[in-house]
């Protein structure tokens, strides 16, 4: 916020106190400033007079001057187009500093020169205030400017300074003069002095409608002004929008802008005879095309606030009028508006046409309750005066924000705990006094009546702030923090997420951090989503507006990526939360692609596919204490979407789902622009808190094992982990593991049909194991397989 120092030294009481003394005290009071920009800069500047103005005898451009300024003449040379006999200037003397150069004395193609003329750019005035005219030339003052005056940037109105000034999201209420000088009058401790505005004595009926349909709009007010004259605006007050950043236009849009800044309030003035309809209504739902005051056709959707005339679109509500009611030369009447908007509405509107005015800035950080109706009583007194207003209609006034004054209770202990203070309660209500808070005092009780500008204040907490902001932070006592020894370790989660991070590290997969933020479409492809999503109400795009509920989504970004970039190989994993608006869930992601391990001088190499991702997700599982019975891996019937349905799985641990894993939907391969992708997501969290397998040691078996293999044709809807377990049931205490060593399909084994050969691992723990004890071990699981699988043995 741009702050002017002759602005602010109008509204209190300055004298004393330069403009970087004010910075220091509003920094201490809690408002940043972050720089400190003098509107114009020049030394050794006075006012003088061209007597004599030749061309130079050696150049096609410059120009020979006399310039008197009042105790001598000065021979200056000079190259502006517009300089000429009897022309009242900036001369800058030998020796002035101005923001680009130094003034020596010289000799210009052979002829002295003692001096500059200058334009006001020159002075290090901005190039957005200045005409064209003034660009291309030397400025020109007034006939009546009083040469040899040496107080020139004070004559020209530029001696200001700017402060600027850095608000925190609280304080929006600082963007509006007549509360900054309020918050300046506390900090110095002076009185404050606002204008007093006029009334119109009479006030005609209202002839015009005002009205809103939409929730976004819930107070509109409007009022019709007659016979307004067009002209340039008073010099200072072009000087004070200056100060705030604003061009000049014309004195009846500079009011509108002027008023802002002073209220907070965004204003908006329609030419009243282009408005055939006489009518305003705020609305949305619409869906149109609309060129507004910069030229430019925007796309209107629903939920963009308009301002509709009639059939016709007036302007974008908060943000930006028509061209089509423009004030201008011609007009002769003007229908003033004033309205409240909804804030996100605004900021959704502001983003998408990137637009960024001092209107829809003010609207998205707040405004004051009150000021819509401070602000139409404020323009109504400029215009009058300024603009030759005499026929002014009454205020019509729609709905309304229903504003209540913020009253409640503090005491005086509660804000000494809380500060760790002791404050005296006079000192406590000398403060909120300052403040316009109206402290009324029963006791240690304080009641506070906040006032509708500070809608920051809300609760006692805000008071203590308050308080120690004003009597200043350098009053607090100096301690040493009670800080009880404690020995730092890591709870049970964080163990537990540090083990999956170095097993995962271990097995070469690389950690990745993702976006948290997602957009639409990602949030729609989710894995086993949460209930409820998250959606930002002011998000920075629209590709960062949902908070995520799976992570897997994200992640494949960062195989798209780095696929994009001719990368062989990309194994990545990622540990982060994922949210619903009921519950917060820790989720791993794996993604799988190329090879997880290469060695080509020891020619190894383990390709991704959906076993290796598999072992991986096992070997995990084992490191974290899950004994491998518990382990069930079951049909997908979770997310085929982007999952591929023949190649994925879904994981449980006794009875709850932990996850899916398996090879990326070749659909979902291709809205990504990638191959074939082995991925998981898991939840850690199901797993943090499942009770793991206690570890039990066993003595090594001190009898040797014999192997047998098996091969045996089935039907291929049967799972083969269903026939290995149904093996292992046969004999526990002889068969002490099956592993798959084949899986055949094709010549000699009938379509619909696949052929399985397993390795049996049978070992006694009390004697050495012979084939009379195998024999009848074999013969009963071919049986159990016969019967429960339809299995045929392979001879």
Request: glycine fraction near 6%.
């Amino acid at each position: 916020m741009r702050l002017s120092y002759n602005w602010i030294s109008e509204l209190v009481d300055l004298h004393d106190i330069d403009a970087y003394k004010l910075a220091d005290m509003l920094t201490t009071a809690g408002f940043e400033v972050e720089g400190i920009e003098p509107a114009a800069q020049g030394t050794n500047l006075v006012i003088g007079e061209v007597l004599e103005c030749v061309d130079h005898p050696d150049s096609d451009h410059l120009h020979c001057t006399k310039v008197n300024i009042g105790d001598e003449v000065l021979n200056i040379v000079c190259g502006a187009p517009n300089c000429r006999t009897g022309l009242k200037v900036i001369v800058a003397k030998v020796g002035a500093v101005l923001p680009e150069i130094t003034i020596k004395k010289g000799n210009i193609r052979g002829q002295e020169s003692n001096g500059m003329l200058c334009s006001l750019r020159e002075l290090g005035v901005n190039e957005k205030y200045l005409t064209e005219y003034q660009l291309a030339g030397i400025e020109e003052l007034p006939a009546d400017a009083e040469v040899g005056n040496t107080e020139v940037l004070k004559y020209l109105g530029l001696d200001d300074v700017v402060l600027e000034v850095g608000l925190t999201p609280n304080r929006a209420d600082f963007m509006a003069m007549f509360s900054a000088a309020k918050e300046v009058s506390a900090i110095t401790g002076r009185e404050c002095k606002l204008p007093v505005n006029k009334k119109c004595e009479k006030e005609l009926p209202a002839t015009i409608s005002i009205s809103s349909k939409t929730e976004k709009c819930p107070l509109f007010l409007g009022k019709y002004i007659h016979n307004v004259e067009i002209k340039e605006s008073p010099k200072w007050m072009v000087d004070r929008l200056h100060a705030a950043g604003i061009k000049s236009i014309n004195n009846v849009v500079d009011i509108s802008n002027y008023v802002m800044l002073e209220t907070g309030q965004p204003l908006h003035f329609y030419d009243a005879d282009k408005n055939t309809a006489k009518a305003l209504c705020a609305e949305s739902g619409k869906d149109m095309e609309y060129t507004a005051l910069d030229g430019v056709t925007y796309h209107i959707t629903e939920d963009d606030i308009v301002i509709m005339s009639g059939d016709n679109c007036a302007g974008i509500a908060g943000i930006m009028g028509g061209d089509d009611s423009k004030i201008d030369d011609t007009t002769k009447s003007i229908i003033i508006e004033a309205a409240s908007f909804n804030a996100v509405s605004i900021r959704n509107s502001s983003r998408r046409f990137n637009l960024n005015t001092d209107a829809c800035t003010r609207f998205i950080k707040g405004i004051e309750p009150m000021a819509a109706y401070k602000a139409m009583e404020r323009c109504v007194d400029l215009l009058m005066e300024y603009a030759g207003s005499t026929e002014i209609e009454e205020t019509v006034e729609y709905g309304s924000l229903n504003y209540t004054p913020t009253v409640f209770d503090v005491t005086l202990s509660f804000i000494n705990n809380r500060l760790g203070t002791h404050y005296s309660i006079e000192t406590v209500v000398d403060v909120l006094t300052k403040l316009n808070f109206a402290p009324e005092v029963n006791g240690e009780t304080i009641t506070v009546h906040v006032p509708s500008y500070r809608w920051d204040v809300s609760i006692p907490e805000d008071i203590s702030e308050e308080v120690i902001r004003l009597v200043g932070y350098d009053s607090l006592e100096s301690t040493l923090p009670m800080m009880p020894m404690t020995l730092g370790a890591l709870n049970p989660v964080q163990r537990k997420r540090r083990l999956v991070e170095k097993e995962l590290g271990a097995m070469g997969l690389t950690q990745v951090l993702t976006y948290t933020l997602v957009s639409e479409e990602r949030k729609n492809m989710a894995v086993m989503p949460l209930e409820g999503t998250v959606t930002l109400a002011s998000c920075l795009s629209e590709d960062r507006k949902h908070v995520r509920s799976s992570v897997l989504p994200s992640m494949l970004e960062v195989v798209s990526y780095n696929l994009a970039r001719n990368a062989n190989h990309v194994n990545i994993y990622e540990v982060s939360s994922v949210y619903g608006e009921k519950a917060v869930e820790e989720r791993l992601g794996i993604c799988l692609y190329g090879s997880l391990q290469e060695l080509p001088w020891a020619k190894a190499n383990i390709t991704t596919d959906f076993y290796t991702l598999k072992g991986v997700i096992e070997t995990l599982l084992e490191r974290m204490g899950f004994d491998a019975a518990r382990i069930m891996i079951k049909e997908n019937t979770v997310d085929t979407t982007m999952f591929h349905p023949g190649k994925s799985a879904a994981l449980y641990v006794g009875k709850d789902l932990v996850g899916v894993f398996g090879a990326i939907h070749p659909t979902m391969c291709k809205k990504y622009d990638i191959k074939e992708v082995y991925a998981a997501e898991l939840k850690l969290s199901v797993l943090y808190e499942t009770k793991v397998s206690k570890v039990k040691f066993t003595p090594l078996p001190k009898f040797p094992s014999s192997k047998r293999d098996l091969a045996f044709v089935i039907k291929n809807e049967v799972a083969v982990g269903k026939v290995v377990e149904a093996i292992k049931k046969v004999n526990k205490s002889m068969i002490s593991s099956v592993e798959v060593f084949d899986i055949y399909q094709g010549e000699h084994v009938e379509k619909g049909y696949k052929s399985v050969a397993l390795s049996i691992m049978y070992q006694l723990a009390d004697k050495t194991i012979t084939d009379q004890d195998i024999l009848p071990v074999q013969e009963k699981i071919m049986a159990t397989l016969e019967k429960e699988f339809d299995a045929v043995l392979r001879k």
